[in-house]
């Protein structure tokens, strides 16, 4: 792995041309000037990168590992995450982007030197390279860390995962650290997340936190396992976030390149005249479907009779219910596709293409952090009530399903009467659930589909839940535990990255990550 500079993001004082800072694909070591950049100029691109990878190329793996998602009708795949056949070229994206972004992170980290008043704008930068390699040692387990983003260093190191995980929580403090500096420059336009809330940041890590936290709750080693009781212990009075959090940095200012992350890649092409292939190709998963049309009912989930309010903002409707796909068929008749509540163009006039290109993108629901909060509190990690967090992680998804966008206005989600219909229901309601940590992951699943799938992946690698049918035709009896790293990675880092077979991602071995041992 070679260090890359990609800054992505060069933005002038004021946000006037979003398509600038929001390309990407620009290598700053050909520009003459990267050195001039100050961090202001580069914290939009950092943020709009991440969320562009976790919400586009993360949540496709993710949704359709977690069987959110499956086939269209009329479509034929060769996708490892249906035929469980991984090689070295099997989503190497995820591995090669996550470092290349990751690298923005640090360009803006290696200007302490240079502009030492932005303090907050380093500690943005440190809780989104945490956040990167995170999701590095949650897919591949050892990865370069140590050696990763030095650019004397061609050929970095590979880190054991069990030692990354300890200085990714002493970067979380680094980033709180620089949140408390007094008289740093201040957050202006350039911070398209909270526009400068200080506390809303330090919420934000604290939410990040969890998560990380609880990626360790199936862990067996004991260094880790002390690593969670000394961190929880430091969590117990802090405050997470509260609400939807959305990245803002101006979509769509009259420039079509620059559209929300998600209509881009799952809506209409860039002449708005046809639909993209990923909108086609794509659609629901059988085994999301029979949970929404209230017609699973198994030892882990029963939806008997109860039809979620929120599938048709999730899918279409055929038949007047979600039909799914099942994985491994090759399906001839109708399937459900994206719901336009998903990629964003409610209507066939240009007013619905702009809601669709200028919406806000989301980097985390409000829904997630309710559902960490009530599974820490329901291990014992944290204090409260785990069952009003769970139903308030419940109500922030029907809030978040009822919330329009542009001018787009829709009819209330009644999360009440669904909590009433679920709360007898094994794995999806409080009461009539034998494990509640399955209906906290299985409810958290239902909230997450889609907009964040790779934590639907991971919950179900981690917790167990929910159980996943295996598609059709696959040799194996389990899901993958990780990727094989990318044929990049073999042929210019040879000498260091671990070899991986397709047969060791399915068993827990010493390649297996961290959070599986």
């Not at 970095?156 to 002493?170: G, H, N, R, T, V």
């Amino acid at each position: 792995m070679k260090k890359i500079f990609f800054s992505g993001v060069l933005l002038a004082l004021a946000l006037t041309s979003c398509s600038d800072y929001l390309d990407v694909n620009e290598n700053q070591n050909n520009r003459p000037n990267f050195e001039s950049l100050s961090p202001k100029q580069m914290l939009a691109g950092v943020i709009n990168n991440y969320t562009t990878y976790q919400d586009v190329t993360l949540a496709t793996y993710g949704n359709r590992l977690a069987y959110a998602w499956g086939l269209n009708s009329g479509f034929t795949s060769t996708d490892a995450a249906y035929t469980h056949r991984y090689d070295s070229n099997s989503y190497s994206n995820i591995f090669e982007s996550n470092y290349l972004f990751a690298d923005n992170c640090q360009d803006i980290l290696d200007k302490k030197t240079a502009y030492p008043e932005y303090s907050y704008h380093f500690g943005i930068a440190k809780v989104f390279k945490v956040m990167f390699m995170d999701y590095a040692t949650a897919m591949y387990g050892d990865v370069p860390y140590s050696e990763a983003f030095n650019s004397k260093i061609a050929t970095p190191k590979y880190d054991d995962d069990k030692k990354i995980i300890p200085a990714l929580f002493s970067e979380l403090d680094e980033a709180r650290a620089y949140l408390a500096v007094s008289g740093a420059k201040a957050l202006g336009n350039e911070d398209i997340v909270f526009k400068g809330n200080l506390t809303l940041w330090n919420q934000f890590i604290n939410t990040v936190e969890l998560k990380l936290l609880l990626r360790l709750s199936k862990t067996t080693d004991a260094t880790l396992v002390a690593l969670r009781t000394a961190r929880f212990a430091k969590l117990q009075t802090q405050t997470f976030i509260n609400q939807d959090v959305t990245v803002d940095p101006g979509y769509y200012l009259g420039s079509l390149p620059s559209r929300n992350p998600i209509f881009r890649s799952f809506g209409r092409n860039e002449g708005l005249n046809d639909w993209l292939s990923a909108n086609r190709a794509n659609a629901a998963g059988d085994f999301i479907a029979q949970i929404l049309n209230g017609s699973l009912n198994n030892s882990d989930i029963n939806s008997t009779g109860v039809v979620d309010p929120r599938r048709a903002r999730m899918f279409t409707l055929v038949g007047g219910k979600v039909v799914g796909n099942t994985q491994g068929v090759f399906p001839l008749t109708a399937i459900s596709r994206f719901s336009t509540f998903y990629f964003g163009r409610t209507t066939a006039d240009t007013q619905g293409d702009t809601n669709a290109a200028a919406r806000n993108a989301f980097l985390m629901l409000n829904a997630e952090s309710k559902f960490l909060q009530a599974e820490a509190i329901q291990r014992g990690y944290l204090p409260g009530n785990a069952q009003q967090v769970f139903n308030d992680g419940i109500t922030a998804s029907f809030n978040f399903y009822s919330t329009g966008f542009g001018t787009v206005v829709l009819t209330p989600l009644d999360a009440a009467a669904y909590i009433a219909a679920t709360d007898s229901k094994n794995g999806l309601g409080w009461t009539g659930s034998t494990d509640k940590v399955n209906a906290i992951i299985t409810q958290k699943y239902l909230a997450l589909a889609q907009w964040h799938g790779i934590e639907l992946y991971i919950d179900h690698l981690r917790t167990g839940f929910p159980k996943l049918p295996l598609p059709v035709g696959v040799n194996n009896t389990t899901r993958p535990n990780r990727l094989i790293y990318p044929s990049s990675e073999y042929s210019t880092n040879s000498s260091n990255v671990p070899n991986i077979t397709n047969d060791e991602l399915f068993t827990v071995n010493a390649k297996t990550p961290y959070y599986l041992q």
